[in-house]
């Protein structure tokens, strides 16, 4: 088995490479523990993580858990209509003290029933009136860096890094014209793959599977020769790419009542991939998004959804069908995508699984070796 050295060795060498030398990654990027180790402390503790979209919690009192790494987090609408985040902790035991989505006024620990209210300030806790370092205001519960950018929260445990709309900047003129802040959410559901997030990411980020693994579903209307690719080395934080979509394809081209776009941008898509693990596909009448957590090298938590444009569902006369017909097509590409990603693993894990060259149409996947080659070989 390589070691961490001997593996940051060949993706530096690797990184250095122009896209027309280079290959995907070595194996062991994807399959080595200590690797993740590595990834969890220099890339994940260090960067903003997307836990979905505003408009899922959008009334006083909802909230919805995530998994920050290995901390837990409750992300709330406030009383001030605000968003906020807290540590998904009790501060008596450590019990966790939510699951899921819901409503509510106040959080109550199911071990000890001690009682937080939205702000995250301890209101209650029975039978610690005997007990002399019990401070009530010393005790609410942890907060979380949260930020909104473009309609997304951001979550980080890192107090250093800039804000996400700096982080970010570079990418709004790409993004800024469709508005997507105001979409709708329409879904959005956890899942769990057995395959690398690495793999997962880069699948997302290349465009050269689309005529093959998807070729009854997003590859059928995909054009080759209007697939443009942000050049290497232009962002840190992100890459993207765009692509058109041709007449009757089931999403990506722009409704009669889309008054916010032209020209090609009625039938053109962005498809940002936010380091490391936020991706999306933003097109001028839907987005779909995933927001990846590593679960071990080999698991992937996976946080799915999709929103409309506000005319798609406004001139609908059939609302909940509408959405059921756009979910069940955007499940399709998921089940494609899976079971290739969940491939590629197992492949990986093979004894005779090799590297091969990258095409063109991969040249985010180099992009991203790239950036993992800074972060996991930064002091």
């Known amino acids: 088995m390589q070691t961490v050295t001997a593996i940051l060795d060949e993706l530096q060498a690797l990184a250095a490479k122009p896209l027309e030398e280079a290959t995907a990654p070595p194996k062991a990027l994807y399959t080595s523990p200590e690797i993740l180790a590595l990834e969890q402390s220099r890339i994940f503790n260090r960067s903003w993580q997307c836990a979905g979209r505003a408009d899922e919690i959008p009334a006083v009192g909802d909230y919805m858990c995530f998994e920050l790494g290995a901390q837990p987090v409750i992300v709330i609408r406030g009383q001030d209509g605000i968003i906020h985040a807290r540590a998904n902790v009790c501060r008596h035991r450590m019990m966790r003290l939510v699951e899921g989505r819901g409503n509510a006024r106040k959080f109550t620990c199911p071990y000890h029933a001690w ?25 609410g519960l942890l907060p979380v860096r949260c930020e909104i950018f473009q309609g997304w929260i951001y979550l980080t445990l890192d107090q250093n890094l800039p804000p996400v709309s700096a982080q970010l900047a570079p990418l709004v003129p790409m993004i800024e014209r469709y508005r997507q802040q105001d979409y709708v959410t329409i879904f959005s559901e956890e899942h769990v793959w057995n395959t690398n997030w690495k793999c997962l990411t880069e699948n997302f980020m290349e465009s050269y599977h689309l005529p093959v693994a998807h070729r009854s579903t997003v590859g059928a209307h995909f054009t080759v020769d ?27 081209r722009a409704h009669p009542d889309n008054d916010r776009l032209e020209g090609r941008w009625r039938h053109t898509s962005v498809m940002p991939t936010i380091f490391p693990s936020h991706m999306y596909v933003l097109g001028p009448d839907h987005l779909w998004y995933l927001a990846l957590q590593p679960d071990g090298p080999s698991r992937t938590r996976i946080r799915y959804g999709a929103a409309l444009a506000p005319e798609v ?21 998921q089940v494609e995508d899976q079971h290739v990603v969940e491939g590629i693993f197992k492949g990986a894990m093979s004894p005779l699984g090799v590297p ?9 996947n180099h992009q991203f070796a790239q950036y993992l080659a800074r972060q996991l070989l930064a002091s």
């Open 115 to 139: 009682t937080y209210n939205l702000r995250g300030d301890l209101v209650a806790a029975p039978h610690m009136d005997r007990t002399a370092c019990f401070e009530t205001a010393d005790l």
């Open 226 to 252: 209007e697939n443009d690719i942000a050049e290497s080395g232009m962002f840190d934080c992100f890459a993207y790419q765009t692509f058109t979509k041709s007449e009757g394809a089931p999403v990506g």
């Open 313 to 333: 569902l406004a001139a609908s006369n059939d609302r909940d069908s509408l959405i059921a017909e756009k979910k069940a097509f955007l499940d399709r590409v």
């Open 356 to 364: 091969g060259p990258l095409s063109w149409m991969e040249a985010e």
